[in-house]
């Protein structure tokens, strides 16, 4: 059974401004690689998806299977997430996870932050990084704005958002928009130029309220419906200028309802509560042109999940402290067709269940005026089942044949504790200059489970392997304490076992196998210089070295191979500029080394360029914008299958944008 991207094997955003999420440390002080997007960012380089921010960051990449579902990687770690419910890197909205394939177009977002390296005390457990984003609270005053947006590809983009007071402590915000495109694909067997192309809707409410003990209270609900073609995968020539031959045009369909609430109190100078709890309603309907496998194929992945955090933070003398507890349910339908009947059809069912508990704390202690130490301790309890497993398989070759199979509920748990151990240097600024240092040590774990697509009983009763990873990183910032300049530099090394990777077997079916060992190693620099009070240039390089050591899977040795979709290098630069008052001009431009496809393929993306620009003109309440977007229109490519065809990314788009507050 062959499952689509199976094998048969920042703009320069610097990481100045304080990540905003409550209750962290500012970002100067972070012991940890984070990038902090803002709005502004955002909207200057207009990105729109996860995939844009993973291009326009170090050492953050990404694989889709469309544009509008991209599959994060950290450091090189990641890429199975549409295989089973295990998630690399966790994607936050307002506290709550989603898996980043469903998010789709983002909007109305205040900012996103992308931390690099495990995580063990933020919440969810976090094994490659995680990325977080807020959601714009609602003001205090009686506020509105429009955006109308049209680019390339017949590309049409409406927003609405407002403020609404109730009271002096409470106030509401609204955020409703729409967006219709054509898409990049000319399908020259249909003679149509939409097959690739989308539409949907999405909306949020959010609810501030403070109370009179000082608290604050955040109530979201985020929905996002849409519809879209799958005419993607095509031979690399043909990929390569978006034009296809296949005979029908796919469905892409994603939805997402999240459900958010969130309590944030300070008790005093010296404690901290926050709480988050929530749900989140994912679909995804899925399925491949007929021509693309000569078969019918495809997939449909709701997913169920509730959980929620506490957290409580303080300190007292020379010590301070966080600590919590973190619970989380999942439930995740696999149902799997491929039919090339006669000759050969498989049916997959299978639902996967995922129950885990967290409890986490650390420890600073201020052993000297310079210096912190600061333990920390996480342990996660994970119980996973998988249960109405069923298969079947029919055929003519070598000659005609039916088969049955099913399993009675399987289930497992595993119970880890990580440690993680920080030392911080924080010196009292020197005349104009901050500085800080760090030096890391984390146990990384990704839970055991199973693999919902495998065709035989006999491989699919056999869980895969939990995956374990030591994590070191030094890092050093310094600045200028008036923000004018910083530079930020991170090395890391991650040492790994029992790594698990999305692979096929030599039976053909879908499998998630693991690496005996294998390592990530590399750096991140950041920098941002503002000469003039009208001028800001930022700079980021990210280098990775990410192979397996040790990995034989379905016959296949890939010991000393290059983890697929993760490039060595990548940097860029950008540019912010006011040349007079109202007006303001955006420039980037981004290397991405070479790559292989993800999950595994012969084909390889060469190095290539992306440059982004917007010129933006304001003047009392509207706003005008003039956009590029891949302005050198290169060319290549976002998932590869191990017979060839691949998924090519989207190019140059130009558009204009127009906005109005009142």
């Known amino acids: ?9 920042t703009s320069c955003i610097s990481s100045k401004e304080a990540v905003t999420v409550r209750g962290k440390r500012a970002a100067f002080m972070n012991p940890t690689s984070t990038t902090h997007v803002s709005a502004q960012d955002m909207q200057a380089y207009r990105m729109q998806t996860l995939g844009d921010i993973a291009e326009r960051v170090p050492n953050l990449s990404f694989t889709n299977t469309t544009p509008n579902n991209p599959v994060l990687m950290v450091r090189g770690l990641g890429g199975t997430e549409d295989e089973g419910p295990v998630l690399y890197t966790p994607v936050l909205i307002d506290g709550i996870p989603v898996p980043s394939f469903a998010m789709g177009q983002m909007f109305d977002f205040s900012n996103v932050d992308v931390m690099r390296g495990p995580q063990l005390t933020q919440g969810i457990n976090a094994f490659g990084g995680m990325v977080s984003a807020q959601s714009r609270d609602p003001g205090n005053r009686l506020s509105g704005s429009m955006d109308f947006e ?16 109730i009271n002096a402590s409470t106030s509401l915000r609204l955020s409703v928009g729409g967006e219709t495109a054509d898409g990049y694909i000319h399908n020259r067997a249909l003679n149509r130029s939409d097959t690739g192309g989308w539409h949907g809707w999405f909306g949020r409410i959010k609810l501030l309220h403070k109370d009179s003990a000082g608290g604050e209270w955040r109530f979201s609900l985020h929905h996002m419906l849409n519809h879209g073609g799958n005419d993607f995968f095509e031979t690399p020539q043909h990929a390569r200028n978006h034009v296809s031959y296949n005979t029908s045009e796919g469905v892409n369909d994603t939805e997402y309802l999240i459900g958010s609430a969130q309590y944030h109190r300070r008790f005093s100078q010296h404690m901290i509560l926050d709480v988050t709890f929530g749900g989140a309603s994912t679909d995804w309907r899925y399925s491949n042109p007929y021509s693309v496998f000569s078969a019918n194929s495809g997939f449909t992945l709701p997913t169920r999940q509730i959980g929620g955090s506490v957290m409580l933070s303080g300190s007292s003398g020379t010590l301070d402290w966080k600590g919590g507890i973190y619970g989380q349910q999942v439930k995740r339908w696999a149902p799997y067709d491929f039919d090339m009947s006669p000759y050969y059809a498989s049916r997959t069912t299978a639902t996967l269940g995922t129950a885990n508990v967290a409890f986490m704390g650390e420890l600073g202690w201020h052993f000297s005026k310079n210096w912190r130490l600061v333990p920390s301790l996480r342990i996660e ?21 039916s088969m049955e199979e099913s399993l009675p509920r399987q289930t497992l748990s595993k119970t880890a504790p990580l440690p993680g151990l920080k030392l911080e240097y924080n010196p009292q ?43 070191l990183e030094v890092g050093y910032r310094l600045g200028d304490i008036t923000g004018r300049w910083s530079v930020e530099a991170t090395g890391f090394a991650n040492f790994l076992s029992n790594l698990q990777v999305s692979a096929t077997n030599g039976a053909g079916e879908s499998l998630i196998g693991t690496a005996g060992t294998a ?48 490039p060595r290098s990548n940097f860029g630069f950008s540019a912010e500029w006011h040349p007079v008052p109202g007006w303001a001009v955006n420039a980037s431009v981004v290397r991405r080394g070479r790559t292989t496809l993800y999950p595994s393929s012969s084909i390889r993306n060469a190095p290539y360029v992306l440059v982004d620009a917007q010129i933006e003109k304001r003047w009392k309440h509207w706003t005008v914008a003039l956009y590029g977007h891949n302005l050198t229109n290169s060319s290549y490519f976002t998932r590869g299958l191990s017979g060839g065809d691949v998924v090519a990314a ?4 130009l558009g204009f944008r127009v906005g109005v507050n009142f």
């Open 1 to 9: 059974m062959h499952k689509p991207g199976d094998s048969a094997g």
């Open 150 to 165: 049209y680019g390339t590809g017949n590309r049409k983009r409406a927003t609405f958002s407002g403020d609404l007071p």
């Open 429 to 471: 600024p020197s005349g104009k200059l901050s500085q800080f240092g760090w030096l890391s040590y984390s146990r990384s774990f990704l839970p055991p489970n199973y693999s919902p697509y495998g065709s035989y009983s006999s491989t699919v009763s056999v869980p895969y392997a939990s995956s374990y990873g030591n994590n």
């Open 650 to 653: 989207n190019p140059r788009q």
């Open 381 to 401: 309890h994970v119980d996973s089942s998988l249960s109405n497993w069923t298969s079947t398989m029919s055929g003519d070759t070598p000659y005609a044949y």
């Open 519 to 566: 390592h990530s190693r590399g750096m991140e620099a950041t920098a941002h210089w503002k000469p003039l009070d009208t001028l800001q240039l930022n700079a980021f390089l990210g280098l990775t070295y990410a192979a397996y050591d040790r990995f034989v899977f379905g016959g296949a040795d890939y010991s000393g191979k290059q983890m697929a979709g993760t």
